[in-house]
């Protein structure tokens, strides 16, 4: 797992990015430093119908 961003060495947070329109959901890889993103999935997963 990554802990640093590639581009500023600032720290790496996972967020979940959700994709209303399409109803899907992918935890991504997200610098709070420089606001680099990355896939941390290999694809968008489905969202449940589960609420939290
Ligand atoms: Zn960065």
Known sequence: MMTVCDK?????????????DAGLVITVYACVNCGWRKAAEPEPKPMTARRW
Do not use: F
């Not at 600032?10 to 994709?19: F, M, N, S």
């Open 8 to 20: 500023c060495r600032g720290t790496i947070r996972l967020e979940r990015a959700v994709d209303m």
